[in-house]
């Protein structure tokens, strides 16, 4: 059995770069990237209090000066961040930061230790940090009954998180819609999590990617979307920053009624220039109409 929780993504990223298959511009996403840059012609735009920026995308910056890049965050316009560790930051001096730039952090990307002590200091940590989830990044296995135990697992933290005023969330990618033993995992992880406990942040490119349409979650699982990752795709299948690929957000983003998304949260997971991805993300997103 191959079973991974990792809390670096890097690995996974340079596979998946190399082994997942690109996808057009399907029924997806075709004819978006004009629409795109253009902002889109409907009436309805996202409120700016609810963008949001992952630090993973941010991570050297990060590790260079936490205080800087939550500064340059605020500066460019974001009301929310969504942190990927602390880099050295206490949690207190974070939070601290964080009030006086004006910034919140809904959410952050951890690991979730099976120990109910550690859980118990993650959860802390999250209330100090003002967060209202704690999202599992990532999970990979190649026999269903890992992701069954997953799904166990994953409602066993929210029962703790709860305690706490917190909720446990689970990240996608692609590989939990490839169909093993003609179930697909990540429909293991709906049906067998309790949404009382459990939500998921889902991330618009990997999903792209792996050939599913977005809407059609929404109408498995209503509701149940709160977070979603603003990461767009070439036309190669490679990534973009927002609104320069071919992913149709605003058809997505319309749909927020059944799927429950409040959080729009900008992320690129490599660092071609990631103060610029930061930029585009953030003004793509507030002209963005729909």
């Known amino acids: 059995?191959?079973?991974?929780?990792?809390?670096?993504?890097?690995?996974?990223?340079?596979?998946?770069?190399?082994?997942a298959l690109a996808v057009g511009a399907t029924a997806l996403g075709a004819g978006t990237a004009a629409a795109n840059a253009a902002g889109g012609h409907g009436g309805r735009h996202l409120p700016p209090s609810k963008i949001g920026m992952?630090?993973?995308?941010?991570?050297?910056?990060?590790?260079?000066s936490v205080e800087r890049t939550l500064a340059f965050l605020a500066r460019t316009g974001y009301s929310e961040v969504e942190f990927a560790g602390l880099h050295g930051c206490s949690p207190e001096r974070a939070s601290d930061l964080l009030r006086e730039l004006g910034l919140r952090a809904p959410s952050s990307h951890d690991d979730l230790p099976a120990e109910k002590d550690r859980l118990e200091q993650l959860f802390g940590r999250a209330r100090t940090l003002g967060q209202r989830w704690v999202v599992?990044?990532?999970?990979?296995?190649?026999d269903l009954p890992a992701y069954h135990r997953l799904a166990e697992r994953l409602n066993r933290a929210g029962e703790i998180a709860r305690e706490h005023g917190i909720r446990v969330g689970y990240h996608n990618h692609a590989h939990e819609f490839d169909t093993i033993d003609g179930r697909r995992p990540y429909d293991v992880l709906l049906d067998e999590t309790d949404r009382r406990l459990v939500d998921?942040?889902?991330?618009?490119?990997?999903?792209?990617?792996?050939?599913?349409?977005?809407?059609?979650?929404?109408?498995?699982?209503?509701?149940?979307?709160?977070?979603?990752?603003?990461?767009?795709?070439?036309?190669?299948?490679?990534?973009?920053?927002?609104?320069?690929?071919?992913?149709?957000?605003?058809?997505?983003?319309?749909?927020?009624?059944?799927?429950g998304l409040r959080h729009f949260v900008v992320e690129r997971d490599d660092q071609p220039h990631p103060r610029e991805t930061a930029e585009r993300g953030y003004h793509y997103l507030r002209r963005l109409r729909f």
């Open 200 to 259: 998921f942040e889902l991330d618009l490119y990997w999903v792209v990617k792996a050939g599913v349409d977005p809407l059609d979650l929404f109408e498995r699982a209503p509701r149940r979307f709160p977070l979603g990752h603003v990461k767009d795709m070439s036309a190669d299948g490679s990534f973009a920053d927002p609104g320069e690929g071919v992913i149709d957000f605003g058809r997505v983003f319309d749909a927020n009624g059944r799927s």
């Open 136 to 142: 599992l990044p990532y999970f990979a296995a190649s």
């Open 1 to 19: 059995m191959n079973e991974a929780v990792t809390g670096s993504r890097r690995t996974f990223l340079r596979r998946a770069g190399t082994a």
């Open 54 to 64: 992952q630090l993973y995308s941010l991570r050297e910056a990060m590790s260079e």
